[in-house]
């Protein structure tokens, strides 16, 4: 899959293609079938399949004071699409100039002049232009008139709710990452090279490969059961530390994880670490022996819910 942006026209290869347009942070059941239906579109007209996104997410350009709130960066969205069956993934430099375009300009210079869109699939609650003036009922009046076809696909719905980002967040937030992972339909996973620290892990036995949470959204904090897939395609079970640390001075806030029967060395290696269950929060102790005994329990306790 080629990887693209929006500073210069598409290849000719991949100019006149069927474009699924939108954000697909977390790439979820609903952003699947907006994309779904795009690929396939393609693939029964001859044409090229190109997911279009943005970088960074619009809300974090206008209200850059807002918390962290990502749950996939352009790499892991990469990969996604790729397995999909994109063919290319376009990403939309969402600065001042992209901001200042009304949705007319939007249409004409962005999916006709730089993409050379065949056609456009969408969610019903697409925005576009300058104070989002565009919906996707203009989306297809342009393109009937700047020649390309306008497509909506419906909201998904789980357990009667709609799926969507905002309430992937929540789940996460409130400590239910197998909530999130059936909305996403697979685990929330954090990807980060692994970093040097003070090694106090291996000295209480329980070696750990630490990871910052960078622009990630934060979960609820606390002891998780995790599965690690290293850049060979190694995938490892684990136990993992995601928060402050409050047993530890200073407090930093990191993801820890600690992988079972592995002893190899990680540093500065990129791992994808999928959080799989929530075992308890954090909590802070007396001692390190107390910690080192409340460390063997969600050792343990991963184990089994790894297992299950």
Do not use: W
Not at 8 to 22: M, N, Q, W
Not at 105 to 115: K, S
Not at 284 to 304: G, H, N, P, T
Request: negative net charge.
């Amino acid at each position: 899959m080629e990887r693209l942006d929006n500073g210069s026209p598409v290849p000719a290869h991949l100019r006149g293609g069927i474009v699924a347009l939108g954000n697909f942070d977390g790439f979820h059941l609903g952003h699947q079938a907006v994309v779904g239906r795009a690929i396939d579109r393609a693939r029964a007209e001859g044409r090229p399949a190109i997911v279009a996104t943005f970088d960074p997410h619009p809300k974090r350009f206008f209200q850059p004071q807002t918390g962290h709130f990502r749950l996939t960066t352009l790499d892991q969205r990469a990969d996604l699409f790729a397995a999909a069956g994109a063919d290319a993934m376009l990403v939309f430099h969402f600065d001042s100039a992209m901001a200042g375009l009304g949705a007319r300009q939007f249409a004409a210079q962005q999916l006709v002049a730089i993409i050379g869109a065949g056609g456009v699939v969408t969610g019903d609650d697409f925005t576009f232009g300058k104070g989002r003036e565009g919906d996707v009922t203009m989306l297809a009046d342009l393109g009937r008139e700047l020649g390309y076809s306008a497509e909506i696909v419906a909201p998904v719905t789980l357990d009667g709710e709609t799926v969507s980002s905002s309430r992937i967040r929540d789940l996460l937030r409130d400590a239910d990452p197998r909530g999130a992972a059936r909305l996403l339909t697979r685990p929330f996973a954090i990807q980060g090279p692994v970093q040097h620290g003070a090694k106090l892990g291996r000295q209480l036995g329980f070696p750990t490969a630490n990871m910052d949470l960078a622009n990630y959204l934060r979960p609820a904090y606390g002891i998780y059961a995790v599965r690690g897939r290293l850049p060979d395609g190694r995938v490892l079970d684990g136990v993992a530390n995601l928060g402050i640390r409050p047993s530890i001075e200073p407090p930093e806030e990191l993801l820890e994880s600690c992988f079972f029967d592995f002893d190899g060395d990680l540093y500065d290696q990129v791992l994808e670490v999928a959080l799989i269950d929530y075992l308890r929060p954090e909590a802070k102790f007396d001692s390190l022996d107390a910690l080192k005994v409340q460390m063997d329990a969600d050792a343990a306790a991963a184990r089994a819910a790894l297992g299950a």
